[in-house]
């Protein structure tokens, strides 16, 4: 709200306003017999005039807020006192929590049935096959198997100079990346299946040893026919040729299968490179595709379902917990407005009759000020006049008109008591209630704390509960799908 317009606007006429009457004065005017102020007078004193009435109009204005404050204080204090009465009785904090425990109870016992049913799964599967410790698989995949498609395009990218002939690289690109699908793709498929030696039974733990078994013979003989292949490969006339290449590799196989007897030779240097390289990198593969899951067959699998049902469980539960802490706080923090409203109040009436008494200092002084100012230019207006002309002013130069006589202040006290009346009723109701509103405070926080604490532990433990028991009608009704 404005409090002050005047800036001393009228002082800085003072010289215009001289000029003003000397210019008169060569005329003689105003006549002596004049009984009515000039144009210059009645203009000084119209601006005058509306300059006493802005401040006036900017003091009602403040006057008229107060007494709008006045009305709505009154108004929010029956309101405020309805309020607290209601919110010193409110004993639904209980109900409405009940009532959010209860909304979510169904959906916690299927996620918590689910989450024990994959616990009693895994930890069957960890006593079946005599495992202790946790389940070990790479967290993604992609980057596991990465490295091995890196390393298959490397050793295509070798073979392809291995097996180059009359062709260029072209011709031997071909035949290196089905050496590199077969060497690497079989070496990972068989470690793989070697992760079964693990298990307890029997029949996994023959499948598992027979991979191996079979990945030493078969690696040795795979890369043993290559080496041989990449010597007869490159005595092709035409590579392109489909009978030229079975000849061909008949002659390496037939060259290859001699290794199991030990009378294998390779007939270069880059025959011995692609050998100890495909070697190499086919136990490379084999070890990743054996650690591309956890050791024991099915038990990330069981894992994977495990942590998932854990994620969807605790999440239900952190949701419902947040949703009862939403509930209490929404209580808590609405006793606290309550509590803190009389003083936010207080503070309100006491700017408003800080307001109302600065607006009445200012108004009187703004407008004295207005009334020097407006002396002091007619003073030099008539001064000036009368230093030049040659007749006698008219009558009226001896008068001293006012323009503060429309001014009226009385309403400040006035408000300022109602206002101090207003507040002392606002004090009455906050000492009234302070040390109820201070009770209900902490019987909220102590009740939260006890909500958060024993009964939410109370409210779970009743949830497993029941899990537990809608477990065992599964158990009865289907035995066979239950786990």
């Known amino acids: 709200m404005q409090i002050s317009s005047y800036a001393g606007s009228l002082a800085g006429k003072v010289d215009a306003y001289r000029k003003y009457g000397q210019q008169e004065a060569a005329k ?23 300059l006493v009435a802005d401040e ?37 904090l209980a109900g409405s929590v009940d009532a959010a425990l209860a909304g979510d109870r169904s959906a916690l016992i299927d996620s918590a049935a689910e989450r024990i049913q994959h616990e009693v799964a895994l930890r069957a599967f960890q006593a079946e096959n005599g495992i202790r410790d946790p389940a070990h698989y790479p967290e993604s995949l992609i ?29 031997g690109l071909m035949v290196a990346l089905f050496v590199a699908a077969v060497n690497m793709g079989t070496a990972t498929g068989l470690g793989n299946l070697f992760r079964y030696k693990n298990r307890s039974a029997t029949s996994l733990k023959v499948l598992g040893w027979a991979s191996l078994a079979l990945f030493i013979p078969l690696t040795l003989f795979c890369n043993a026919l290559f080496a041989a292949f990449r010597s007869a490969y490159q005595m092709l006339n035409d ?37 100890m390289t495909g070697i190499c990198l086919s136990i490379l593969a084999f070890w ?3 650690t591309s899951d956890d050791p024991f067959p099915g038990y990330s699998k069981r894992d994977r379902a495990l942590k998932a049902a854990k994620q969807v469980d605790d999440g239900a ?13 929404a209580h808590l923090v609405n006793v606290q407005r309550l509590s803190s409203e009389a003083a936010t109040i207080i503070a309100t009436i006491s700017r408003r009759i800080s ?25 030099g207006y008539r001064q000036a006049n009368l ?21 009226n202040a009385d309403g400040e006290q006035e408000r300022t008591e109602h206002l101090k009346a207003v507040m002392a009723n606002v004090e009455a109701l906050q000492a009234r209630y302070r040390e109820d509103l201070g009770s209900k405070i902490h019987e909220l926080q102590s009740h939260s704390s006890e909500i958060m604490g024993s009964m939410f532990d109370k409210f779970i433990a009743g949830v497993e509960a029941d899990a537990k028991d809608l477990i065992t009608q599964k158990l009865k009704v289907m035995p066979d799908q239950a786990l």
């Open 28 to 50: 003689n005017r105003p006549p002596t017999q004049s009984t009515y102020p000039d144009t210059h007078e009645v203009t000084l004193k119209a601006e005058a005039d509306k």
């Open 317 to 329: 539960r952190a949701l419902l917990k947040q949703k009862i802490k939403d509930l209490m706080h």
């Open 56 to 92: 006036q109009r900017i003091f009602n204005a403040i006057m008229s807020e107060a007494d709008k404050a006045i009305v709505d204080v009154q108004s929010k204090l029956t309101v405020l006192d309805g309020d607290i009465q209601q919110a010193l009785a409110d004993k639904t």
């Open 239 to 275: 590579p392109q040729d489909l009978s030229q290449l079975r000849d061909g590799f008949a002659v390496a196989q037939s060259e290859a299968a001699r290794i199991f007897v030990l009378d294998f030779s390779l007939k270069d240097l880059s025959s011995f490179l692609l050998f």
């Open 143 to 171: 980057w596991h198997w990465a490295i091995i498609l890196a390393l298959a395009l490397a050793e295509t990218i070798a073979n392809a100079f291995f097996y180059q002939n009359d062709n260029g690289l072209v011709g």
């Open 387 to 407: 230093a030049i002309r040659g007749t006698n002013p008219p009558d009226y130069f001896s008068t001293q008109p006012t323009v503060t006589d429309t001014v």
């Open 288 to 290: 990743k595709g054996y």
């Open 355 to 379: 307001e109302t008494a600065m607006a009445k200092r200012t108004l009187l002084s703004n407008t004295q000020a207005i009334q020097l100012d407006y002396q002091l230019v007619l003073d």
